[in-house]
């Protein structure tokens, strides 16, 4: 078996190179290795951080060696995410970045919990990009929560252990007699409370304890995590505060668009650039040579793409002379992808011999030969971008002395400034990079070449540069959510699940290896459930860039392997909760880094079953429902996360959908912050209805073909559905909720689809069936 | 040219007068709560009001608002900072999750709010789809506006 997998064993090839480096020590790093250093006398001024110029503290100055100078106070700094100031301000820095989903507040209330400080009186920052200090920083895998947690409680509990010593050096008492509360340490005996700023200087002149040797609560001694906190950026997003990558302002700073090809990989011949230059408010125009391969997803990568590049005084004036550029484009080597050709390709295809085989477990020929019945189906789903509502755009400024700053809303950090120290020919301590908020992520800014094509203009010009994308560059230049085939066949024996075969027909860049998020696992649920069980795999050859999309791989394959399962369920004759839980009944335990843990453990069949039980139980599974309404159930593991979701559906004699409801249960472990998980949960499974619905990205010779929103019809207010939340209340490791709650949306409509109507979605999205809002 | 905007009065000099609301308040008076989503009308983070109506500024050369009255985001709060109901009702229900849209969402929600104080879901409907949120937090933003009508119901304060 297992003759020839596809390379790689899990969906992405960025978040494994992550995990190895936080495996091989990083995962608690940041505390362990710097010994909880005290950093005390801060001071502003000097480095910069963000938007906020010239008045954030800067928590990496120190570290750096160029921040020392004369304080006035003394901070209580004893790791790199709490700082106390004598006034009683708490400052806690938030290490990786914010896209919205919510972790610049989730990651601080882990720390505010075991220091036990009062949560309105905190203040947020986000922290400095630096590997040393924080280890890996970025946005990606649902991973913040998992990586961080027990590092993150132990900073804030080695903060609460010294405040505690501080306060019984000061009041003569053992420190035993001592607790803490909301910001004060309290000695009940004596009824006498200090307040945690009045003890920062003492705490600063004590030794740092080891972390591993600090207590840490019990979880049913939460005050804070679990709760529901409102966000900590909310007072600026409502009083439009600037916070995003598309508001940063440089003194001098030029606006920059860089228009590519529309064929995909295609290069300039020339352009009417002395005209462009002409034009009201252009400063430069010029032609930038194609380096490296930026086609290929990979956030290092200095790559570029071959452009022109427009600098002028503003974004309107940038803009406007774009539309009067003129290019000759060379496409020698562009791509000439068409998405038609390729679903008819697909097809045959899947009537062909498989080029590959991932898995065959079992006797999967003698299982077909003795079954009672054989269900075949041939699934389908398309490209799709990410359509960040805040298009890419970066600032750069590369500065005569082989510097560099960089102000960007990416999701890779630390890779973007690799990228652009890589692409200057320079060391990565002379680029530092402000991390600024993303106006939506969703994998798009995993990829930092809007920054690469920042740095490459800025140098240029010799001035900071902002490079503003348009909304049709952003749909024009994506990595986007590769489509994908699946041709099943499956033995039914005795009302069960005998045989299991999935013919996976995806797109190659060539390598013998699926393109990036392209890849099946051959141990994909429900594989290793089944006792027979073969994955075969087949690859069309393709020039176009994909790339992680929320839920990587889970967000397509869970729409066709969980209705290809209910169609099983269906041709069995059995209740589709009632299959689902039995397929989960023969499923092993969990493996290490099976797939969808990322790295971590697989999916785990008792977690499974109890988030299905939880959904169906909710949604009131089994009522009985009028004519043209039904009920859907799906389940997917991914990103740690186990997810049963039942919709509420109706059908009427045009094919308009409704979604009523959809009924969610996850099992994430203990929940951080309960607003913003349900929130991210809400906001998943609309996003799975509006993806399902009618997005989707075609291409003829190379060329996307939606160009705007009205192409692409995001789903609006009066098609979305009421989404209900429960969580598990589990005592596993908690763990992400960006991504795990978007795959089993889809499955779970289409299956209601068919018990309102009767008809089998097998081709999404769904307004390529007929269906709509 | 000159742009009264949240209360005052910019001199714009010789700008460009068919460059869009948007980009003279984002780039020359330097007002960037208010969003670049799509510039063909389509998504509506760029809603301001324009003498009390929501209005997508990517849609609207700078030449066509002289004398009006522009309220942006930055507008929106009490001389005094206090917040507008909506933008409080949008912290307390924690609406937000990438938070780029939702300036767009909250100046049309204001001006639903003017017209009629007591809207019903129906109302928030008609009024809201015009605006696209990538996160998907629509649930949020009706239920906000609900609090929001009922924050100014009870105070009695102009919305």
């Not at chain 1, 570290?63 to 400052?91: C, L, M, W």
């Not at chain 2, 609207?60 to 109901?85: F, K, N």
């Not at chain 2, 409080?88 to 009629?116: F, H, K, P």
């Amino acid at each position: 078996m297992n003759d020839n997998r596809s390379g790689a064993t899990t969906v992405d090839v960025y978040l494994p190179e992550y995990l190895r480096r936080a495996s091989a020590g990083l995962r608690d790093a940041a505390l362990s290795r710097r010994r909880f250093i005290k950093i005390s006398g801060f001071v502003g001024g000097g480095l910069v951080l963000g938007l906020s110029l010239g008045t954030e503290r800067v928590a990496a100055q120190q570290h750096n060696g160029h921040g020392a100078g004369p304080s006035r106070e003394v901070e209580f700094a004893p790791n790199p995410y709490v700082q106390i100031k004598p006034d009683g301000t708490i400052v806690l820095f938030a290490k990786n970045p914010d896209v919205g989903q919510g972790v610049k507040t989730a990651l601080p209330m882990i720390v505010a919990e075991e220091l036990d400080a009062e949560w309105s009186r905190v203040r947020v920052e986000q922290a400095p990009i630096s590997m040393e200090l924080y280890g890996p920083q970025f946005a990606g895998g649902s991973t913040s929560i998992p990586m961080n947690y027990n590092t993150l409680r132990r900073a804030g509990a080695v903060a609460r252990a010294m405040l505690v010593a501080a306060a019984a050096e000061r009041l003569g008492v053992p420190a035993e007699e001592l607790t803490t509360d909301a910001g004060f340490v309290v000695h009940a005996a004596s009824n006498r409370r200090i307040g945690y700023g009045e003890l920062a200087e003492a705490a600063a002149a004590l030794p740092v304890p080891d972390p591993a040797s600090v207590k840490l609560k019990d979880r049913k001694d939460f005050k804070l995590l679990g709760k529901r906190v409102t966000g900590v950026d909310n007072f600026k997003v409502v009083t439009g505060q600037p916070m995003f990558g598309i508001d940063q302002r440089v003194p001098g700073m030029l606006y920059a668009t860089f228009t590519k090809a529309p064929a995909i990989g295609a290069r300039v011949s020339s352009a009417n650039l002395d005209h462009v230059k002409s034009l009201p408010g252009v400063k430069a125009a010029f032609l930038i040579e194609k380096k490296g391969n930026a086609i290929e997803f990979n956030p290092s990568s200095d790559a570029v793409s071959s452009g022109v590049a427009i600098v002028a005084d503003s974004t309107w004036s940038a803009f406007k002379a774009k539309r009067e550029l003129r290019v000759e484009w060379d496409e020698s080597d562009a791509s000439r992808d068409s998405w038609s050709e390729a679903v008819a390709e697909a097809r045959r295809l899947a009537q062909s011999a498989p080029q590959s085989t991932l898995r065959d477990s079992g006797d999967v020929d003698a299982a077909f030969a003795s079954a009672d019945r054989t269900v075949e189906a041939f699934y389908t789903y398309p490209y799709v971008a990410h359509a960040d509502l805040e298009p890419q755009n970066c600032t750069v400024w590369c500065k005569p002395d082989g510097t560099a700053e960089i102000w960007a809303p990416t999701q890779t950090p630390q890779a973007a400034v690799e990228a652009v120290a890589k692409f200057l020919g320079v060391p990565q301590s002379n680029v530092t990079l402000h991390q600024l908020r993303g106006g939506g992520g969703f994998g798009r800014r995993l990829a930092n070449d809007s920054v690469v094509e920042a740095a490459a203009i800025s140098k240029r010009v010799g001035a900071p540069v902002k490079v503003q994308w348009t909304r049709e560059d952003d749909f024009a230049f994506d990595y986007y959510r590769p489509g994908g085939f699946h041709a099943f066949k499956a033995a039914i024996a005795n009302g069960k699940l005998a045989a299991w075969q999935d013919h996976f027909i995806t797109f190659t860049r060539g390598g013998g290896m699926p393109a990036t998020s392209a890849n099946l696992s051959p141990d994909e649920f429900p594989a290793r459930s089944v006792p027979n069980a073969r994955i075969l795999q087949s690859m069309i050859p393709s020039k176009m860039p994909t790339g992680p999309w929320r839920a990587p791989g889970s967000n397509a394959i869970a729409f066709a392997i969980q209705c290809f399962l209910h169609e099983c369920a269906v041709a069995a004759g059995r209740d589709h909760v009632e299959f689902l839980l039995e397929v989960m009944a023969t499923t092993p335990p969990p493996q290490q880094a099976g797939p969808g843990g990322f790295g971590m453990p697989g999916l785990n069949p008792e977690r499974a079953a109890g988030v299905i039980r939880l959904a169906a139980e909710k949604a009131g599974w089994g009522r009985k429902l009028p004519e043209g309404r039904g009920l859907g159930l799906a389940f997917h593991f991914s990103h740690q996360g186990h997810f049963a979701e039942v919709a509420e559906v109706s059908v009427d004699a045009d094919r308009r959908v409704t979604v009523h409801k959809v009924w969610v249960a996850g099992d994430i472990g203990p929940i951080v912050n309960l607003s913003g998980a349900e929130n991210q949960v809400q906001g998943s499974v609309i996003d799975g209805f509006s993806t399902a619905m009618g997005l989707e990205i075609t291409f003829e010779k190379g060329r996307v073909q939606q160009r705007n929103f009205d192409g692409y019809p995001l789903l609006r207010m009066t098609q979305a559905p009421e989404v209900e939340v429960h969580f598990v209340d589990s005592d596993y490791p908690p763990t992400g909720v960006g991504e795990p709650a978007l795959p089993p949306a889809a499955p779970a409509i289409c299956n209601a689809i068919y018990a309102a109507s009767g008809h089998r979605v097998r081709t999404l999205p769904l307004t390529r069936e007929g269906f709509k809002v | 040219m000159r742009l009264k905007v949240n209360g005052r009065t910019h001199e714009l000099g010789d700008i460009d007068p068919t460059t869009p609301l948007l980009w003279v308040l984002r780039d020359t008076l330097g007002l960037v709560g208010t969003k670049y989503g799509c510039g063909i009308g389509a998504c509506s983070a760029c809603t301001v009001h324009v003498n009390g109506t929501p209005v997508q500024s990517c849609q609207l050369p700078v030449q066509s608002l002289e004398g009006q009255e522009i309220t942006t985001i930055e507008g929106l709060a009490g001389p005094d900072g206090t917040l507008h109901p909506v933008q409080q009702a949008w912290i307390d229900e924690d609406v937000a999750q990438c938070g780029y849209c939702q300036a767009g969402q909250i100046m049309s929600a204001v001006a639903l709010l003017n017209r009629t104080p007591k809207p019903t879901d129906g109302d928030i409907e008609n009024a809201m789809s015009r605006h696209l949120c990538r996160c998907g937090t629509y649930n949020r933003i009706r239920k906000a506006i609900h609090v929001a009508a009922g924050m100014i119901e009870r105070t009695g304060s102009e919305a």
